[in-house]
């Protein structure tokens, strides 16, 4: 397993992003893809099965896929997984795959993240019947304090959605966000991290140094010790 080093930028959740000098990244990868986890310096991944690319006809050999990766130690996460009331499977598709990368990444102890639009209640609802013993992490959060009080509540992690962090709106948001639940990303898009940690940094009246200390501190909480 790939680990930053004490200084980096961590971006915490990426699509088809490089480590660069100085920047830790998580890469997601799709398994309705074919793509590949090759061993690199200032890079770990995260494989799921998205609730926009599956079907009924499909999603037994991309969950096959997830549960074979989910072995690899280059895999530090299961997910993204979730629920999208907007696009992708039926809800009740949705669910049951849902519920089986929860499976996985409760098998090999490993996080798990989450996407999620417009159906926190049913994120929530699940959470509290299968009790995980992995933590959650949700990506790309830019909803109301009030849900995010919610999952807090529920132990979860949370990612700021890259371009909700850098407007001045975000601020009461992530400041809502306890320090040691905070994470950031770009999630693939042309936006730099740092940019992102020096706009959070000034929210929270940190340095970005700082900054950077307490967001390493939560990856190696969550995906180091996440067995406690």
């Not at 809800?91 to 993240?113: C, G, R, S, T």
């Not at 807090?152 to 639940?181: K, N, Q, T």
């Not at 994470?183 to 959070?200: H, N, S, W």
């Amino acid at each position: 397993m790939n680990l930053p080093q004490s200084g980096d930028f961590i971006n915490i959740h990426t699509h088809g992003d490089k480590p660069a000098e100085g920047i830790f990244i998580i890469e997601n990868l799709m398994a309705h893809e074919q793509e590949d986890f090759s061993p690199e310096a200032g890079v770990a991944y995260t494989i799921g099965l998205h609730p926009w690319f599956f079907g009924a006809n499909n999603y037994e050999k991309f969950i096959v896929k997830v549960k074979e990766a989910a072995a690899d130690n280059k895999i530090v996460a299961i997910g993204e997984a979730g629920f999208d009331k907007l696009r992708g499977a039926s809800p009740v598709l949705q669910q049951k795959v849902f519920e089986e990368q929860v499976a996985i990444a409760e098998e090999y102890n490993k996080p798990l993240i989450i996407h999620c639009v417009k159906g926190w209640d049913e994120l929530l609802a699940t959470h509290k019947k299968l009790k995980p013993s992995t933590p959650w992490l949700i990506h790309g959060f830019h909803g109301k304090k009030e849900v995010a009080r919610q999952l807090l509540s529920r132990g979860m992690y949370i990612s700021v959605w890259y371009s909700f962090a850098l407007i001045p709106e975000s601020a009461e948001l992530i400041r809502v966000i306890p320090r040691d639940r905070l994470f950031l990303e770009t999630d693939g898009a042309d936006v730099d991290i740092r940019t992102i940690y020096m706009k959070v940094a000034s929210d929270l009246d940190l340095s970005v140094d700082e900054l950077k200390s307490i967001i390493l501190s939560n990856f190696n909480e969550l995906f180091i010790h996440s067995d406690r």
